[in-house]
C-alpha cells in the first residue's frame, strides 16, 4: 500500500539512515555554534528561527530513522528541514574536497592522472563583475522594500500562493538527459578503482574521506545508484552533488509539483532585482511567517537544548562528532556521559551508528527518570547554560528574534581587498557611497583610493554603465 506521506513516503535504512543521522548530529552542533547552518539554497529553511530548524530536524530524524515511530509530520516545513540536511551534507563535501585537499594526494595522483580533476574553488570576481553585483543588490534593495510593504494575507499555506514560474519541461528533460551521461557514462568503477592503494590512516577516514565514505556507502546500497562511475575517493565535486540530490528526493519530488520550486533555489538580494521571481518570493515569506507563527510565540526557554540532546542521543557515533569535545563541552557533558553508561547498561553500543530505536527509548527513559538516588538531577545539569552561550543560535537569544534576511544581506565595501572585509565591527551604515555612481560603497577613503583604478571604468553619473546589461544578466540568471 502507498504511503499517504507526500513528503516522506518510507523510512530511511541502512548506509542512507547513517548518512543521515551523521549530518542531524553535525548540524545541531552548527547550529549551536552559529556555524554553517544555514544552507541557503533551502529559502525556507534559513528564514525559521535556529531554535525551530533544529526542533523540525530533531523531528525528522525520529520520524526517518526509528522503526517503530510514525513518519515526521507531512508539512512544508518538516520537508524543508529534511532538504536543509540534505544540502548541510553537500557543504560538508565542498569543505572536505577544498579544506582537506592536501589529504590523499597519493589516490588522486593514481585513479585521476589521466584526466583533469576540477576540484571546487571559492569563485573569484572580476571587479566589473562585483561592481555590477552591487548594482544589482542595490536594485534588489529597493524591490525588497515594496515587498515588505505589500500585506500578506491571513492564510499562509501552498494552495493559497500565487503559483511561482512553472519548470520548462523540456530543459529539465534535457538537463537529466546530460547528468545521466556524466553520473552513468562508462560503466560503475571496477573493484579494484574501489579497493585503496594502502589502508588509510585514522585521520583520512575520520577528516579527509569521510563524507565521501558515508555517501558512497548510501550510493551502494541503492539499486541505481551503485552503478554511478566514481567512488569513494573522487574529487568530482558535481558528481557527488548530483547523485546526492537525487538520492534524497527521488521519493518524493514527483508528488510535490510547485511546493518544489518553493523549496529550492536560494532567494538573495539580486533575486529581489528579478521581477519574475517576486511571486515566488512572496509565496515563500508568506509561507515563512505562517511556519513561525506556529512556533516562535510559544518557545519555551526552560527546555532549551532539549533538541540538540534528542539529536545527540539518536545520531551521535562518538569520536568526531561527539559531544565529549568541542564548543558543546560544558554544556551537555554530563548528560552526554550519562547517556552513554545506561545505553552500555542496555547493551546499546554508542559508538558505532545504528539501533535508533533503542537509543531513542534509553534518551525518553532518561528524561523521564532525571534524578538518581542521591537527589542529583543529571538531565538539568548544565542545561541553562545553554541560553547563556555567547554566539549560540545567531546571538537570537527568542526565535522571535532571528531575522535571516538582516544577518546575511548586508551592503560590503566596493574594494576587493578591503582590510576590514572580515571585521565584524564594521557597520553597514558606515558604508558610503561612491559620489558619482551613487551605487558602489567602501568603508574608508583609502579602500575607494585604492580601487578607483579599477573601478573608474564602470562608474558614471547615475551608474548608468553598471545599469545598462542589468536585464541581460537577469536573464542569464
Not at 551521535?316 to 547517556?339: N, R
Not at 527513559?365 to 538531565?379: H, P, S, V
Not at 549560540?392 to 574594494?415: I, M, N, S, V
Amino acid at each position: 500500500m502507498a504511503s499517504l506521506n507526500k513528503h516522506f513516503p518510507r523510512k530511511l535504512t541502512g548506509a542512507r539512515a547513517h548518512l543521515f543521522a551523521a549530518a542531524c548530529n553535525m548540524y545541531s552542533l552548527s547550529a549551536e555554534d552559529a556555524s554553517g547552518d544555514t544552507p541557503e539554497e533551502c529559502p525556507i529553511f534559513v528564514r525559521l528561527s535556529p531554535q525551530q530548524r533544529v526542533f523540525l530536524v530533531s523531528q525528522v530524524a525520529v520520524g526517518l530513522l526509528c522503526p517503530d515511530e510514525p513518519l515526521p509530520p507531512d508539512t512544508v516545513e518538516h520537508y524543508s528541514a529534511y532538504l536543509g540536511i540534505m544540502s548541510f551534507i553537500a557543504a560538508q563535501l565542498v569543505e572536505e574536497l577544498v579544506d582537506q585537499k592536501n589529504i590523499g594526494e597519493d589516490f588522486l595522483a593514481e585513479y585521476y592522472e589521466k584526466e583533469k580533476v576540477e576540484l571546487p574553488h571559492r569563485e573569484r570576481r572580476s571587479k566589473a563583475e562585483m561592481d555590477q553585483q552591487a548594482w544589482l543588490e542595490q536594485a534588489g534593495r529597493r524591490e525588497r522594500k515594496k515587498i515588505e510593504r505589500q500585506p500578506f494575507s491571513q492564510e499562509g499555506r501552498p494552495e493559497d500562493f500565487v503559483s511561482p514560474p512553472k519548470w520548462d519541461k523540456k530543459e529539465t528533460k534535457e538537463c537529466a538527459s546530460d547528468v545521466t551521461k556524466l553520473l552513468f557514462g562508462g560503466g560503475p568503477c571496477s573493484a579494484k578503482d574501489r579497493c585503496p592503494i594502502r589502508p588509510l590512516t585514522e585521520y583520512e577516514k575520520k577528516i579527509g574521506f569521510y563524507w565521501r565514505m558515508l555517501c558512497d556507502d548510501a550510493f551502494q546500497e541503492d539499486p541505481k545508484f551503485k552503478k554511478v562511475n566514481f567512488c569513494w575517493h573522487s574529487y568530482n565535486w558535481f558528481k557527488w552533488y548530483q547523485t546526492l540530490v537525487y538520492l534524497f528526493i527521488q521519493d518524493a519530488v514527483g508528488s510535490l509539483g510547485e511546493e518544489f520550486a518553493l523549496q529550492q533555489d536560494l532567494i538573495t538580494e539580486i533575486t529581489y532585482a528579478d521581477k519574475t521571481q517576486h511571486a515566488r518570493i512572496r509565496a515563500v515569506k508568506q509561507l515563512v511567517k505562517t511556519i513561525r507563527a506556529s512556533y516562535d510565540p510559544y518557545w519555551d526557554k526552560a527546555k532549551v537544548g532539549e533538541d540538540q540532546r534528542l539529536i545527540f542521543a539518536l545520531c551521535d557515533a562518538g569520536g568526531w562528532c561527539s559531544w565529549s569535545s568541542g564548543a558543546s563541552k560544558k554544556v551537555h557533558e554530563t548528560f552526554a556521559s550519562t547517556f552513554a553508561d545506561l545505553c552500555g547498561d542496555a547493551g546499546v553500543q554508542v559508538n558505532t551508528p545504528g539501533k535508533y530505536q533503542q537509543r531513542l527509548l534509553v534518551y525518553r527513559l532518561m528524561k523521564k527518570n532525571c534524578t538518581d538516588k542521591n537527589g542529583f538531577n543529571f538531565w538539568q545539569k548544565d542545561l541553562d547554560s545553554c541560553f547563556h552561550m555567547h554566539n549560540a543560535f545567531q546571538g537570537a537569544r527568542k526565535p522571535g528574534d532571528y531575522d535571516y534576511e538582516a544577518l546575511f544581506f548586508r551592503k560590503r565595501c566596493g574594494y576587493p581587498f578591503c582590510p576590514n572585509a572580515k571585521d565584524a565591527t564594521t557597520k553597514e551604515e558606515n558604508l558610503q557611497r561612491c559620489s558619482r555612481c551613487l551605487v558602489v560603497r567602501y568603508c574608508c577613503k583609502e579602500c575607494q583610493v585604492k580601487d578607483w583604478k579599477e573601478h573608474k571604468k564602470n562608474c558614471d553619473h547615475g551608474g548608468t554603465k553598471l545599469e545598462k546589461n542589468l536585464l541581460d544578466v537577469l536573464e542569464e540568471k
